[in-house]
Each structure stands twice: as structure tokens, then as C-alpha cells.
């Protein structure tokens, strides 16, 4: 007897027969998890499990795949072929584990991704019923990383960083792109909208540009450092960075450095007055002469 209709039983009279008809199609078959994986790489293998508990009482019938709502894989202990396969695009079982619990497929192709569904059920006579279900997709991942271009060699304060673009790798999903700026992320104000490209073969590429005016402040050591991150959910992660010279922010650094030895030279020469002496420019010994020979010259002329 299935352990919901027993429970039921176990009510008062007046409400047996409302409990039992709603709970005539259920049982104390449960599915414990369903793992499907988010996301899978052009090529590789997809591994998915299917888990349940089956009541007191309860005798496994089938366990059943979907994808899509069309079937492709099932399990009945009873049978004579108790495991069979059914030709699906895309989807193709490569190995099984004896109860149909967990299947493998491989190679994973573009089709494979979609929706998936684990479906058990029990034995007569109420052939209770469980099934859940989670999406799948395949990407295929860029074989490059990002490309950055448009960028000029050296940037002065004022300047305008602008049609600076990134460019991913064809991928599907599309990429997402992301700047920074010295390690910071890009201020929204400095994106230009993304563009998507799709081409012949479904693969994507993306685009972002970034525009902003050069400040003080985006320099480090005298370098800008623009960076751009490409990612596909949890499964490719890569980046391209190029360091730009500031022009004048190398020259602010010159003037401080020479400024700060001129202090040095003067904080030394307060504590020692011979080496204020020594700090003074050195008078040429020829100019007394120099002069005493101008100044007869001189007198001769005012005269």
C-alpha cells in the first residue's frame, strides 16, 4: 500500500475520502537532487545524476531522461533490456550507472545545451511520480584572449582616452567584458554600450569601448595602466592589459625630484656654515684683473 494512501487512512472518516483523493497520485517516492551543470565546454563531457528515496513500500518502475520534453535515455529494472538509448540531436549517452541514476554524455556539442528532466517513478498500482528538471548550456570558448586596441603610447594630462576598444574572442555564449583603470573598475561614465556580432557559425563576438579625460590621478609612476577582463560564467576567465607613458606626469616627476635635492642641499648647509661656504658658486680668480683692466677704458670714456 503507498504510504501517503496509508496516512491518509489514518484520518478521521469524515475526511478520509478528500485527503485520499488528493493524495492518490502521490507517495512517499522522493527525489532528492538533481545535478545538471550550468555550463559545459565545446567537447568535453557532461556528467548529470539523478537522485531519489523510495518509500516503505515502493518498488522502482523507471527512471526516465528528458531533454527538452523528449525522451533519451531510460532505465525499467523489469524489462528484458532494462537500459535503452533513443537517437536525440546532440545528445549522446556515452555511459550509465546500473540503477540510470547518473549518465554521461559525450562529445558535448552546441545542441546538447537546453533543458534537462530526471522523471522516477514506482510500481503499480498507483505508479507514484517525481521529476525535476535544470538547463544545461555549451560554450564554446574563445581561443584567444582579449584584444585591445586604439590605444595611443603616451597620454598628457587633459588628454581624452577615447575609442579605446576591447574585443573578444568569438565564443558562445557571448562574452562579457569588463575595464579597468589602474586596477579599478571602469565608472560606468567611461563605457560606451557593449556590441554583439553574430556570426555565420552562432559564435559571438563582443565589443566595449572606453572614453575618458586623462587626470592627475590616473597616473601611477608615471604610467596609466588600462586593463580588460573577458568572461563566460565560472568557465573562462582571461585579460589584456597595456601600460600607457604620461608625458607630462614624467616631467612633474623630474621638477619634484630636483626640487626636493635643492632642499636637501640647503637643510645641510644651515647645520654647517663651513659647507654653506662650499655651497656658494666659486668666484674665477682672473675676473679682479678682468676688471681692473676694463676699468681705465672706462674712465676715458665718461670723461
Known sequence: MNCAKAEAEKEPLTEKKNNYSEAKGASCLELLELRVPAHVPLGTRAALACRWALGPTDVLYSVKWYKDGKEFFRHVPREKEPRRKFPLPGVDVERSS???????????????????????????????????????????????????????VRYQIGDRVQVVNCTSGRSRPATRLAWYVNGEPAPAAALLPPTQERHEDGLETTSLVLDFKVKPKHFRR??????????????????????????????????????????????????????????????????????????????????
Not at 522523471?119 to 525535476?132: I, Q, Y
Open 98 to 152: 546500473p540503477n540510470g541514476a547518473n549518465v554521461t554524455l559525450h562529445p558535448a556539442v552546441l545542441e546538447t545545451g537546453g533543458r534537462y528532466r530526471c522523471e522516477v517513478s514506482g510500481e503499480r498500482p498507483l505508479f507514484p511520480t517525481v521529476s525535476d528538471h535544470a538547463d544545461m548550456t555549451v560554450v564554446a570558448l574563445p581561443d584567444h584572449g582579449p584584444t585591445i586596441t586604439g590605444s595611443r
Open 222 to 303: 608615471g604610467d596609466l595602466k588600462l586593463k580588460c577582463l573577458a568572461t563566460i560564467a565560472t568557465v573562462y576567465w582571461r585579460s589584456n592589459e597595456e601600460s600607457v607613458q604620461g608625458e607630462r606626469m614624467k616631467g612633474y616627476a623630474r621638477s619634484r625630484e630636483l626640487s626636493d635635492a635643492s632642499r636637501a642641499d640647503r637643510v645641510q648647509a644651515a647645520g654647517n656654515p663651513g659647507a654653506a661656504a662650499r655651497a656658494l658658486p666659486a668666484v674665477p680668480p682672473l675676473l679682479p684683473a678682468i676688471l681692473l683692466l676694463y676699468k681705465p677704458t672706462l674712465l676715458l670714456q665718461n670723461t
